[in-house]
């Protein structure tokens, strides 16, 4: 894997934050700061980013795993299933539990202990999850995966701040590295323990990333407008329509959104239509960098 620093990238300066740190609102990169730097530099950043796929799935949840499988997950670098229980229909990794929070340390320590020199960012996502996985690289192009960042929908729950699962997770490398450092402390990151940690698994993170020094990052655009969403382009589209009618399509959604949440497997391919297929002719885009689908994606 190659493993290249933005020269946009930015360290995150973690001292003796645990006690007084406030989460960043971190934007995309400026598409105008992009145009300006070589080809070169283009091609290399593009081949930079190697981002390694987590789905959590149930068997209940087989239909939303077809879908999945068969649209956004072919364009991660890899992508693989960790599902509560062996299922025969589906190649998955079984992690003997029903419990979302003990699947979800064994997802990231398989992922750590197996993929952790040829990936250099970890995006967790539950089945209901549509994903854009070039969105997702674009926006991570200021960011250096040897710097802890955590990020996505953050959410504030009392005095912790974390990262809706709903929404999706992403861990650096760094953060992944620290992570598994902590999940053999009980002390910090209990598998199991008393009523203070019978919490959602996504906040379980959260408590168990702080120990290492690393806080959760809301990712927005340029506008500020969030870009890991935990809902889907309906429910948005239906509030717009009743908050600002004037406004639906600028109102409803960043432009460069990663993830939308409680999607049906219908409305996965729906997205995965109008996400790669549909193109309105005379409508020229110019990006700057292109991310191609990993090697024998059957996607476009």
Request: charged share 25%; aromatic share 12%; net charge negative.
């Amino acid at each position: 894997c190659l493993l290249y620093t933005s020269p946009f990238a930015r360290g995150v300066m973690i001292g003796n934050r645990m006690h007084h740190h406030e989460h960043h609102h971190l934007q995309a990169p400026n598409k105008d700061d992009i145009s300006k730097i070589s080809e070169a530099e283009r091609m290399e950043l593009s081949k930079s980013f190697r981002v390694y796929c987590i789905v959590l799935v149930k068997p209940k949840d087989v239909s939303l795993w077809a879908a999945v499988k068969e649209t956004w997950t072919k364009h991660c670098d890899k992508a693989e299933f960790f599902s509560s229980e062996n299922v025969k229909v589906f190649e998955s990794i079984n992690m003997d539990t029903n419990d979302m929070w003990l699947m979800m340390r064994k997802a990231y320590k398989y992922a750590y202990d197996q993929y952790r020199d040829q990936y250099n960012w970890f995006f967790l996502a539950r089945p209901t999850t549509f994903a854009v996985i070039e969105n997702l690289k674009y926006f991570l192009l200021k960011k250096d995966q040897s710097q802890p960042f955590y990020l996505g929908h953050t959410v504030k729950s009392g005095d912790l701040e974390y990262v809706s699962v709903d929404g999706g997770i992403v861990l650096s490398i760094e953060s992944m590295k620290r992570l598994n450092s902590l999940l053999s402390v009980p002390e910090k990151c209990p598998e199991q323990g008393g009523m203070i940690w019978k919490i959602s698994e996504d906040k379980q993170l959260a408590v168990c990333l702080k120990y290492a020094g690393v806080f959760a990052e809301n990712a927005e655009d340029a506008d500020g407008k969030d870009v890991f969403n935990t809902k889907s382009v309906g429910l948005f589209i239906k509030e717009a329509m009743t908050n600002q009618p004037n406004q639906v399509v600028e109102g409803c959604c960043s432009d460069m959104a990663v993830t939308f949440n409680g999607l049906t497997p219908n409305q996965m391919h729906v997205m995965m239509y109008g996400v790669y297929r549909l193109r309105a002719f005379g409508h020229v885009f110019n990006d700057a960098l292109v991310f191609l689908p990993p090697n024998g994606s059957e996607n476009d």
